[in-house]
């Protein structure tokens, strides 16, 4: 009767271990999504405001932005 609990126990282990390795990996690639997102997001910004050399219009361009998008996905 042991080897049929110990033969789950080995199964279940397994799976467990598949998940883990699975979610491992998505973790890695939304993390690696987030940083190409952000830095893109900065590069726009930075080209916008910096390139141009208009501050007070940068200011302004963040703010309006800042609330576009919080308008669009909440805060966060």
Known sequence: ???????KNNIA???IQLIE???QRVAVSVNAELSMLYWQI???IRTEIL????????KQIVSILSGQ???E???G
């Open 1 to 7: 009767m042991d080897k049929p609990f110990s033969h």
């Open 13 to 15: 282990s397994e799976i």
């Open 21 to 23: 390795q699975s979610r």
């Open 42 to 44: 900065g590069k726009r």
């Open 51 to 58: 390139n141009n050399e208009r501050a007070e219009y940068g």
């Open 69 to 71: 998008l919080t308008e």
């Open 73 to 75: 996905y909440g805060k």
